[in-house]
């Protein structure tokens, strides 16, 4: 199921317990636990040591890694620290980037990475939440085939591009076309996997429409195949996620794949 993860992560939790085992064993506050029907009994504590500061909150995990929007909320870097670290990679990259046709170039691609990572700044399931419940007890397949995306890599940062193919079975109701391809845009304008995104795509339809059965199918040419490493271009890449009926029947992926490619060659 499409989740957004508690705020607190793991990693918070851990620095907390930390921190205070260590206030503890500064203020000499000894404490001996015995185990009693769950409950820990202290045994000897000196009530006159200073109490522990409350641990600070630490900042979330990168949004790299929590894939929601919340995790970009703390510790963003500034517009022009952005633009200097473009500058540093330009003078790795060999280049000077105080000449005429770099000069304005940091300010090009930080404006750029607005766009192109746009999806973090969106809340996919918000895009889902109007039903539209009048269709006259429609309840067949619902299909939305080639959605052009474009996406990043998260292991090169090299683009990633190709169509999406999105089916379900309604059951309370249907959303506006358009918000399905929104959705696909939401997830690929991050720095993506094409596994995890079509995973992504998915997990938030099923969560927010609770249909009888999703269907989505990504077929995608990497960059980083193309441009280096093994530099093979046109080779395709396609990932599938089935749930409901389309997971449980057969015949229902047969339908999806038959439909999914009526009237291609």
Request: charged share 25%; net charge negative; proline share 6%.
């Given at each position: 199921?499409?989740?957004k993860?508690?705020?607190?992560?793991?990693?918070?939790?851990?620095?907390?317990?930390?921190?205070?085992?260590?206030?503890?064993?500064?203020?000499?506050?000894?404490r001996?636990?015995?185990?009693?029907?769950?409950?820990?009994?202290?045994?000897?504590?000196?009530?006159?040591?200073?109490?522990?500061?409350?641990?600070?909150?630490?900042?979330?995990?990168?949004?790299?890694a929590?894939?929601?929007?919340?995790?970009?909320?703390?510790?963003?870097?500034?517009?022009?620290?952005?633009?200097?670290a473009?500058?540093?990679?330009?003078?790795?990259?060999?280049?000077?980037p105080?000449?005429?046709?770099l000069r304005?170039?940091?300010?090009?691609?930080?404006?750029?990475?607005?766009?192109?990572?746009?999806?973090?700044?969106?809340?996919?399931?918000?895009?889902?939440?109007?039903?539209?419940?009048?269709?006259?007890?429609?309840?067949?397949?619902?299909?939305?085939?080639?959605?052009?995306?474009?996406s990043?890599?998260?292991?090169?940062?090299v683009?990633?591009?190709?169509?999406a193919?999105?089916?379900y079975?309604?059951?309370?109701?249907?959303?506006?076309?358009?918000?399905?391809a929104?959705?696909?845009?939401?997830?690929?304008?991050?720095?993506?996997?094409?596994?995890?995104?079509?995973?992504?795509?998915?997990?938030?339809?099923e969560?927010?429409?609770?249909?009888?059965?999703?269907?989505?199918?990504?077929?995608?040419?990497?960059l980083?195949?193309?441009?280096?490493?093994?530099?093979?271009?046109?080779?395709?890449?396609?990932t599938?996620q089935?749930?409901?009926?389309?997971?449980?029947?057969?015949?229902?992926?047969?339908?999806?794949?038959?439909?999914?490619?009526?009237?291609?060659?």
């Amino acid at each position: 199921m499409y989740a957004k993860p508690d705020s607190t992560t793991m990693k918070s939790r851990v620095a907390r317990a930390g921190d205070a085992m260590d206030a503890a064993l500064k203020s000499l506050s000894y404490r001996s636990v015995e185990a009693e029907e769950g409950r820990a009994l202290p045994m000897m504590r000196n009530d006159n040591a200073p109490r522990a500061e409350a641990a600070p909150d630490i900042a979330p995990e990168p949004a790299s890694a929590t894939r929601v929007p919340e995790g970009i909320a703390l510790g963003r870097p500034s517009r022009e620290e952005a633009e200097a670290a473009v500058r540093t990679l330009l003078r790795w990259a060999g280049d000077d980037p105080n000449r005429e046709g770099l000069r304005d170039t940091p300010a090009r691609v930080a404006k750029a990475y607005g766009q192109l990572f746009g999806g973090y700044d969106t809340d996919a399931e918000e895009l889902l939440e109007r039903v539209f419940e009048e269709v006259e007890g429609y309840s067949d397949i619902v299909l939305v085939r080639d959605i052009p995306f474009y996406s990043h890599c998260e292991h090169h940062m090299v683009p990633f591009m190709g169509l999406a193919h999105i089916a379900y079975y309604p059951t309370k109701g249907v959303v506006g076309l358009s918000k399905l391809a929104r959705v696909v845009d939401t997830f690929a304008r991050r720095l993506q996997t094409q596994e995890t995104m079509t995973a992504q795509i998915a997990d938030v339809i099923e969560s927010i429409l609770k249909p009888r059965g999703v269907a989505v199918l990504v077929e995608a040419e990497h960059l980083c195949m193309a441009m280096r490493g093994v530099q093979k271009a046109g080779v395709s890449t396609i990932t599938s996620q089935f749930r409901g009926v389309f997971r449980d029947d057969p015949n229902e992926q047969v339908r999806f794949l038959t439909l999914v490619r009526g009237g291609k060659g």
